[in-house]
Antibody
């Protein structure tokens, strides 16, 4: 049974960066893509980008281009998402999700990681 | 402003049927990209409810159904239960944006 477990909550100052981990079990990150989604307090879901460990390819939402990096450590079956130059409106819960493609959607989600950006 | 448009809120009495709409454009649903639906209880990660417009993952009751027409899709919930009170999001792929897009979410209240 596929499962994604994310790292714990973080508090960061404006201008800093954070890196969330997402450890997969029950399947290999090499065989499936991984999408990152965030949700600001009281708001909807926002797609940040997608990565595949199979080729190392990434596809970032234009809004985050230049500030985000998504990587995968295949030896530990763990994905990472780093966001830099943080602003207060980056305060959100960040989710990783197994991406099954256009026809099947996001079928397995991590529990979410709350990142608070505050001075 | 979300790319996919959903009603912000909806309510229904226990046992009733409700329908949540999701309206897109020619660069997503209208471009024949599938729509998926997620259920999110407050404080919990979203859960895939319907994929490929009409398909239910294993374990999702058949009270939940999906349909599509042109540039829109709908999620139907019949026999409403208190446990159905949650936020519901539609999702599709947008060829112009080159990635996933979500609806703004619909808060379902069971009266």
């Amino acid at each position: 049974q596929a499962q994604l477990v994310q790292s714990g909550a973080e508090v960061k100052k404006p201008g800093a960066s954070f890196k969330v981990s997402c450890k997969a079990s029950g399947y290999s990150l090499v065989t499936h893509g991984l999408t990152w989604v965030r949700q600001a307090p009281g708001q909807g879901l926002e797609w940040m980008g997608w990565t595949t460990a199979y080729s190392g390819k990434t596809n970032y939402a234009e809004k985050f281009q230049g500030r985000v990096t998504m990587t995968t450590d295949t030896s530990t079956n763990t994905a990472y998402m780093e966001l830099r130059s943080l602003r207060s409106d980056d305060t959100a819960v960040y989710y990783c999700a197994r991406d099954q493609g256009y026809r099947l959607g996001l079928d397995t989600w991590g529990q979410g990681t709350l990142v608070t950006v505050s001075s | 402003q979300s790319v996919l448009t959903q009603p912000p809120s909806l309510s229904g009495a226990p046992g009733q049927r409700v329908t949540i709409s999701c309206t897109g454009t020619g660069s997503n649903i209208g471009a024949h990209y599938d729509v998926h639906w997620y259920q999110q209880v407050p404080g919990v990660a979203p859960k895939l409810l319907i994929f490929g417009f009409t398909n239910r993952p294993s374990g999702v009751p058949d009270r939940f159904s999906g349909s599509n027409s042109g540039t829109s899709a709908s999620l139907g919930i019949s026999g409403l239960q208190a446990a159905d009170e949650a936020d519901y999001y539609c999702q599709s792929y947008d060829i112009s944006l080159g990635g996933w897009v979500f609806g703004g979410g619909t808060k379902l209240t069971v009266l």
